[in-house]
T-cell receptor, first 113, second 112 residues
Framework: ETGVTQSPTHLIKTRGQQVTLRCSSQ?????VSWYQQALGQGPQFIFQ???????GRGNFPPRFSGLQFPNYSSELNVNALELDDSALYLC????????????FGPGTRLTVL | GQSLEQPSEVTAVEGAIVQINCTYQ??????LSWYQQHDGGAPTFLSY????GLEETGRFSSFLSRSDSYGYLLLQELQMKDSASYFC?????????????FGSGTRLQVQP
């Protein structure tokens, strides 16, 4: 048990739609990171939030956006969905900015048709 | 850019020892982590090395050589439940980017 939960577990959307994925981390995880994992690949860093501010971003377009809330929950929003957005989306909580240990949630499997 | 290389697949028998190597090229290197992921599951933290040398945690050990940009994960006394994908991940601390960069993973199959 990592203390990180995500919802929904699975989601099916069509191209062009918008989606919001949610993550809830445990107390003390003041940093949350979001990753995209395509089938057979390693997770790819989307962005990170520390104390409710974006603290780093990977090579993802602006249609990927996020929020972090004071209660250790977080959202990932993706606009104008594309077929290639189909993947497992993982959030990970950690303490502080050092990031040496990240605790992953079970992920949301997004399918874009 | 940043890149990590690790073997795509490794097969071993129960009770054996297996070593999964990882080489990396990155700027702002801070440390090397290893994660385990079972099919359909989330990545689970195994180990982290910031300094050169060997870190041991039970049946698992991890090694880092910063000068060689190289590390490995050593799994001893393999069990069937160790069948999973193993990812090395570099922790970068570049300005404006503090995150893990993952390799493509090594699929370990443990056979009876």
């Amino acid at each position: 048990e990592t203390g990180v939960t995500q919802s929904p577990t699975h989601l099916i959307k069509t191209r062009g739609q918008q989606v919001t994925l949610r993550c809830s981390s445990q107390s003390g995880h003041n940093t949350v990171s979001w990753y995209q994992q395509a089938l057979g690949q390693g997770p790819q860093f989307i962005f990170q939030y520390y104390r409710e501010e974006e603290n780093g971003r990977g090579n993802f377009p602006p249609r990927f956006s996020g929020l972090q809330f004071p209660n250790y929950s977080s959202e990932l929003n993706v606009n104008a969905l594309e077929l290639d957005d189909s993947a497992l989306y993982l959030c990970a909580g950690s303490s502080g900015r050092a990031q040496d240990t990240q605790y992953f949630g079970p992920g949301t499997r997004l399918t874009v048709l | 850019g940043q890149s990590l290389e690790q073997p795509s697949e490794v097969t071993a028998v129960e009770g054996a020892i297996v070593q999964i190597n990882c080489t990396y090229q990155t700027s702002g290197f801070y440390g090397l982590s290893w994660y385990q992921q079972h099919d359909g599951g989330a990545p689970t933290f195994l180990s982290y090395n910031a300094l050169d040398g060997l870190e041991e945690t039970g049946r698992f050990s991890s090694f880092l050589s910063r000068s060689d940009s190289y590390g490995y994960l050593l799994l001893q006394e393999l069990q069937m439940k160790d069948s999973a994908s193993y990812f090395c991940a570099v922790l970068n601390m570049d300005t404006g980017r503090r995150a893990l960069t993952f390799g493509s993973g090594t699929r370990l199959q443990v056979q009876p």
